[in-house]
């Protein structure tokens, strides 16, 4: 049984920098699954933000790529986003997602697995 | 990137009645070498995460009880509730999964009348 468990801080000023970590178990980290965070602005729809794949390359969402970066640790089985600079618009339920990755005959599959969902709120 | 519409945004159905929702895409999902559609649905209950039904337009996740079907290929899809329950009231999310980015559609709002 797959499981992602995400933390990160919930109240954040303009300027300031959101960090989002999420912890995969039941799978194997690296190896037939990409990696996904997703955001919902309040009473909104889901916007994809950026992935990451098993081979550590990356795609953000074009409007975001200059502040946002994902990251992973493969040792803890985490991986992480970061947005520098945040405003209200950034305000929204942040979920990590993942899915399954065939990496030889390179097709993605949907997202089967999901986190919680951390509300991030950017507010002076 | 690939702009996924939903029709209609919210839709009301007696219980027991079928519910029918669609979702364009601005380009097609069809992946011809792999003869499969790339193209999601999940639902959504308030205060929770979505939910994936289907996956490769009509193939049913393990669990998702048969009154759920999707139909459709290349720009065009719909996701048919063929007897709404009073559980079934959530939004529905398309996907497509072709390409990064991997786009949603905006919702479909399914309640009961």
């Known amino acids: 049984q797959v499981r992602l468990q995400q933390w990160g801080a919930g109240l954040l000023k303009p300027s300031e920098t959101l960090s989002l970590t999420c912890a995969v178990s039941?799978?194997?980290?690296?190896?037939?699954?990409?990696w996904t965070w997703i955001r919902q602005p309040p009473g909104k729809g889901l916007e994809w933000i950026g992935e990451?794949?098993?081979?550590?390359?990356?795609n953000y969402k074009s409007s975001l790529k200059s502040r946002l970066t994902i990251s992973v640790d493969t040792s803890k089985s985490h991986f992480s986003l970061t947005l520098t600079s945040v405003t209200a618009a950034d305000t929204a339920v942040y979920f990590c997602?993942?899915?399954?990755?065939?990496?030889?005959?390179?097709?993605?599959?949907?997202?089967?697995?999901w986190g919680h969902g951390t509300l991030v709120t950017v507010s002076s | 990137d690939i702009v996924m519409t939903q029709s209609p945004d919210s839709l009301a159905v007696s219980l027991g009645e079928r519910a029918t929702f669609n979702c364009k895409s601005s380009q097609s999902v069809f992946h011809s070498s792999r003869y499969r559609d790339y193209l999601a649905w999940y639902q959504q209950k308030p205060g929770q995460p979505p939910k994936l039904l289907i996956s490769w337009a009509s193939t049913r996740e393990s669990g998702v009880p048969d009154r759920f079907s999707g139909s459709g290929s290349g720009t065009d899809f719909s996701l048919t509730i063929s007897s709404l329950q009073a559980e079934d009231v959530a939004v529905y999310y398309c996907q497509q999964y072709y390409t990064s980015p991997r786009t949603f559609g905006q919702g479909t709002k399914v309640e009961i009348k």
């Open positions: 990451m794949n098993q081979s550590g390359g990356t």
């Open positions: 997602a993942g899915g399954y990755y065939d990496n030889i005959l390179t097709i993605y599959y949907p997202f089967d697995y």
């Open positions: 039941g799978a194997s980290f690296n190896s037939g699954y990409y």
